[in-house]
């Protein structure tokens, strides 16, 4: 089987098994933000629906990495060749400033 179709029948079954999440209305969210808020950052998922159809999904945030990484950890990205292209490009570029307003 195709990892592409695997992992879209995966993310279905995880949807059909999962326990179905609290819905709440758009009014209900403005009302009670800061509340429904901190549930999310505890881990929760909440429905948010617009007269009674389902429109986002309030949840936690994606975790992303905090740390600084070290030159030798990302000087790969770095190792290509120098673009032949750069003193060409950089003369075509027009140094006068002026504000577009």
């Known amino acids: ?3 592409a179709i ?3 029948l995966s993310s279905i079954a995880q949807v059909l098994l999962s326990p179905p999440l609290e819905s709440i209305g758009l009014r209900e969210l403005r ?3 800061s509340e429904l808020v901190r549930r999310a950052e ?3 998922e909440l429905l948010v629906t617009v007269a009674g159809r389902p429109a986002a999904v309030l949840g936690p ?5 905090t740390t600084w990484r070290r030159y030798s ?3 790969a990205v770095f190792a290509g060749p120098a ?3 750069w003193e060409a490009d950089r ?4 140094n006068e400033l002026r504000d577009p307003w």
Not at 61 to 65: E, F, G, K, T
Not at 91 to 94: E, N, R
């Open 61 to 65: 945030a994606p975790a992303h990495p």
């Open 31 to 33: 009302q009670n933000a």
């Open 83 to 85: 673009d032949a292209d």
């Open 1 to 3: 089987m195709n990892c």
């Open 6 to 8: 695997r992992k879209r």
């Open 42 to 44: 505890q881990g929760e």
């Open 73 to 75: 950890e990302v000087k």
């Open 91 to 94: 003369a075509l570029v027009d």
